[in-house]
């Protein structure tokens, strides 16, 4: 199995990527309890502790084909005509390489939520939040190893793409503790989770979807996280210090849907790049996909009363704001209960195994 350096379809232009940074570090010599929710939310972080070496079977292995094996019209140049005159093998390296930039983008993403979440434990004041934020430094670290070994077995890699670069970048660098949390927490998490959903929920090939149902079981608490964080922050802020994170966020949510295209898989396959551009914006299904991705963030913007008129109207024009009524705390434990299945799962087919083998 090759390393990472091996299976880049594109070599990262740098090994580092250093970002300076221009904030202060603050100790708290309060070492009282702090708030009971986030509290509890530590506590779980820390009960809830797994090893991604030894929860997931990673004998299993992808397919040839189809490697998550999705539906076809979750590939977004399905039905495109120059897409549909290929042989069986050149579909099936389109499908290997546009999975594995998907993957490759929730790995990248998860080292920027790595270290995004270890500036929170450095900068944010409260103790309780330090708390928190330092099981999400190891949960965030499990996720960068589990989506590193998944894309392993697709054989081909891609870079962090600059969409999502310029956003992290801009986050770690804003000195403003909680645009950490606004960039990180809510916007790329949320956007991920949905991402996540989708490959969790369509994907037929076992080791695929489990891989990204823990990563959800995780996730779940790092939505709430934000949440609790910026809800008890932001009324006490300016109505003007209100308005820039709303200019922030909407900004953050185009750029992300907007430029999220995958063109690089595009460009490496030799493909028509305009052809594939248009082929996604005209696509229902990719309209829909992509107004999906953002489930899980509409409903936390309004619950942290970022909420005023330019925000609900861009929301409306996106075709996104009924997702505001989403009850999210359904949504959260639905995401641990379905990675309990999985567990059960692996159990239910290890006693079978063992039992055939016993005969
Ligand atoms: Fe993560
Ligand atoms: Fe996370």
């Not at 091996?6 to 580092?16: C, F, R, S, W």
């Not at 950490?180 to 790329?188: A, C, F, H, S, W």
């Not at 330019?310 to 997702?323: L, N, Q, W």
Request: net charge negative.
């Amino acid at each position: 199995m090759g390393t990472l350096r091996d299976i880049y379809a594109i070599q990262p232009e740098e090994t580092n990527w250093p970002v300076p940074q221009d904030f202060d570090v603050n100790f708290n010599w309060e070492y009282d309890d702090g708030r009971a929710a986030t509290m509890g939310l530590y506590r779980k972080g820390v009960e809830m502790q797994w090893n991604a070496e030894t929860r997931i079977d990673w004998s299993q292995e992808l397919d040839e084909d189809n490697p998550e094996q999705l539906p076809e019209e979750m590939l977004p140049i399905s039905g495109m005509a120059t897409y549909e005159k290929m042989s069986r093998k050149e579909k099936a390296q389109v499908r290997r390489h546009f999975q594995g930039w998907q993957i490759s983008q929730f790995m990248q993403g998860e080292q920027g939520a790595l270290i995004c979440t270890a500036k929170i434990v450095t900068q944010v004041p409260d103790i309780d939040s330090k708390f928190y934020a330092s099981t999400q430094v190891i949960d965030e670290a499990r996720h960068v190893e589990s989506y590193k070994r998944l894309l392993q077995k697709f054989n081909v890699a891609y870079p962090m793409t600059k969409p999502l670069q310029d956003l992290i970048d801009q986050v770690l660098r804003d000195s403003r503790w909680d645009m950490t949390y606004l960039g990180m927490q809510v916007v790329i998490e949320g956007l991920a989770l949905a991402a996540f959903q989708q490959i969790r929920d369509n994907a037929q090939n076992p080791l695929a979807a489990a891989v990204n149902a823990y990563v959800m079981q995780d996730e779940s608490r790092h939505v709430a996280f934000g949440r609790l964080a910026l809800r008890d922050y932001y009324p006490q802020l300016t109505q003007k210090e209100r308005d820039e994170r709303e200019q922030f966020l909407l900004e953050a949510c185009y750029l992300m849907r907007d430029r999220f295209d995958a063109v690089e898989v595009w460009k490496t396959l030799g493909l028509n790049v305009e052809e594939c551009a248009a082929h996604m914006y005209d696509s229902g299904f990719m309209q829909k996909f992509r107004g999906s991705l953002f489930t899980r963030i509409v409903p936390i913007v309004k619950d942290i009363g970022l909420w005023g008129k330019t925000i609900r109207d861009s929301y409306e024009e996106m075709g996104i704001i009924g997702f505001a009524n989403t009850d999210v705390q359904a949504l959260q434990d639905s995401d641990v209960n379905i990675a309990k299945e999985f567990d059960a799962r692996r159990a239910y087919v290890e006693s079978v195994a063992g039992r055939a083998a016993a005969e």
